[in-house]
């Protein structure tokens, strides 16, 4: 129980920082490494989603997710993915602390999600919602949380790239766009073109899984979500 805490309040201190700033880049930023299947070392401490690799690749892999449940944010609109991220887990916070409808704390788990709809221009607010996978025992019943929303997802896959070091603003874009190159004129590529739409923005998801504390094995994930 105390590493949990210590776990919770440390992920809290990550997103609180300027990690910009603050932090001086790594060895291993950007590098891709799903080839080498690394498996999260925080899921060997506290519980994440359950999925079945469908297909590897260079540069990708594509995962099926079953019906689960994830607490959300309202959108965000902001320019920084690490400001947004930090204001949404705020409250993601707060829901697992115990500030929701049936006042009960609520276990963490990972990875926090920052879903990103890219605005128009450099300059141009986005927007970003952040979700939280709900534990196995609360999945029957979320508590509700005014400003916080359940999402239901159906059975759906994912092309995940995976990239270590620490997830900042300039980093993410280079990570989408390397796992959309990746996916270019294969039959994954064109599933999640024909899920999104036409006309549809090239929007993605980042999975954080790591404390700030750790400096080796960090995992990070870029995430394109479809139906099959």
């Known amino acids: 129980m105390a590493a949990l805490t210590i776990f919770k309040l440390s992920l809290l201190l990550s997103l609180l920082s300027n990690l910009n700033s603050a932090l001086l880049p790594l060895p291993g930023v950007g590098k891709n490494i799903v080839d080498d299947g690394l498996f999260p070392p925080t899921c060997t401490r506290i519980e ?98 005014e400003g916080l929303h359940v999402r239901s997802w159906k059975p759906i896959f994912a092309a995940v790239r995976q990239f270590s070091g620490f997830v900042t603003d300039s980093n993410v874009g280079e990570e989408a766009a390397a796992l959309q190159a990746s996916l270019a004129g294969t039959v994954w590529g064109d599933a999640i073109a024909k899920s999104q739409g036409a006309g549809a923005t090239s929007g993605y998801t980042v999975a954080q899984y790591n404390s700030p504390f750790e400096f080796e094995n960090r995992v990070n994930e870029i995430w394109f979500l479809f139906d099959m």
């Open 48 to 145: 994440c989603p359950n999925f079945e690799i469908i297909h590897q690749d260079s540069g990708f892999e594509i995962r099926r997710y079953n019906h689960t449940e994830w607490i959300e944010t309202s959108p965000i609109q902001e320019i920084s993915l690490v400001q947004a991220t930090r204001q949404g887990f705020l409250q993601l916070f707060d829901y697992i602390q115990g500030n929701n409808k049936y006042q009960q704390e609520i276990e963490m788990t990972a990875p926090v999600l920052t879903k990103v709809s890219p605005g128009d221009g450099p300059l141009c607010e986005s927007t970003f919602s952040i979700s939280f996978y709900i534990p196995k025992q609360n999945q029957a019943n979320p508590p509700p949380a």
